[in-house]
């Protein structure tokens, strides 16, 4: 380990312990103690950008009071602490013998996974009514987002979610807006897991 490495893993699993915490300011101390450690690097001003990426989650508050899979917080908190540590020895250190541009590839595809990463946690989607043209019938379904290889949102994850009149708000049915973004958090999840793991 060199001087320029510091353990935020500690910081990063309060999040998962205290969901009822602000935790994006959270976020935003764990951004300042980092400076506070490398105020070197905070008058960088692609390292700030860099920190504060990976720090700083800008999830809605709800998501953060969702803990029934820990293992996608594990996963991010784990991601951000390898991200930091690579991100830091390599522009705290010579980084002898290493190339920059094995540094920009292996920080792009990482920055990468830690995008759909955060995809997965606060799933992107959009519900849409198609009508049954014999029946004459109105369904919905979900269609949700992924980063493609390069870093464009696309519609990947397509699930039915049955009859609009099954709905007391139709489109607009909270219930059912809860079950779309579930639906496409578990699709996208599966996809991150065959890509990682």
Known sequence: ??????NYQQALLLLLLMPKVP???LNKEMTDKFFDE???LKSIPPAKTVVEFI?????????????????RWNKLTQLKQ??????THNVCESNQGGQFHEFHTKFYQ???????????????FHVIKNVHPVSKIPYLSVRGFWL????KKVKVFTKSLGR???????????????????QIQEMSFAKYQELYS
Do not use: H, W
């Open 148 to 151: 493609d290889d390069n870093d």
């Open 164 to 182: 609009e009149d099954s709905y007391v708000d139709g489109k607009n049915d909270r219930e059912m807006l809860m079950d779309a973004s579930k």
């Open 110 to 124: 990482m920055s990468l996974q830690l995008k759909r990463l955060r995809l997965v946690i606060q799933p992107e």
């Open 55 to 71: 720090l700083e989650d800008n999830f809605k508050d709800e998501i953060y009071n969702d803990t029934s899979d820990m293992s």
């Open 38 to 40: 490398f105020p070197a």
């Open 82 to 87: 390898n991200m930091l540590d690579y991100y």
């Open 23 to 25: 935790s994006n300011k």
């Open 1 to 6: 380990m060199n001087g320029c490495e510091g």
